[in-house]
């Protein structure tokens, strides 16, 4: 039985190379035919992530002005799933520190002085890392992961958290 099986894999594996081999090292690298990207161009298609520089994502403004609640419960799923973590969360009144915050301290977002940081902070934050400007982040990058709208949808439900924690 096992001598059957042996020679069936032997049999198999002789045809399923994970690729050809014969085209190794012919295939061009980028640069070697194709010209160069140009200076601050986009590929096509990637226009809906593209965003304004990390020196200028201050200026940001959030679209969602008065959110949606369809906007704030996916700011609010996105940053249980992603953020609670580190940053904790404020809810029913009390704030509830994040996992690791003993080991990491990731910084309360519903305080004041989170509070009267523009809009262009927290998403400059999330999509290019904290802090947006400078080699060593703190905070890693998280821009690949979610839309533009789900960052601004996460700095609507932030807002919430501030705007609850006043009251």
């Known amino acids: 039985m096992v001598c059957r099986i042996l020679a069936i894999l032997i049999a198999s594996s002789a045809f399923a190379l994970p690729f ?50 369809v906007q704030l419960q996916r700011g609010k799923r996105l940053y249980k799933a992603n953020c609670t973590q580190c940053h904790g969360i404020f809810q029913d009144g009390n704030y509830h520190p994040g996992a690791v915050q003993p080991w990491i301290m990731g910084l309360d977002l519903s305080t004041p002085d989170m509070a009267s940081k523009p809009d262009g902070h927290f998403f400059g934050s999330i999509h290019y ?3 947006a400007v400078g080699d060593v982040k703190v905070m890693v990058p998280y821009g690949y992961k979610f839309s533009i709208d789900e960052h601004w949808d996460i700095v609507s439900f932030i807002r919430s958290m501030q705007s609850e924690r006043r009251k």
Request: negative net charge; glycine residues 10%; hydrophobic residues 25%.
């Open 20 to 69: 050809n081999d014969d085209l190794v090292g012919t295939q061009p690298k980028t640069g070697q035919i194709m010209r160069s990207e140009p200076k601050d161009s986009i590929p096509i298609g990637g226009n809906d992530r593209y965003v304004v520089p990390a020196e200028e994502v201050l200026s940001l403004t959030n679209p969602n002005k008065k959110p949606t609640e």
């Open 129 to 131: 890392g904290f802090p």
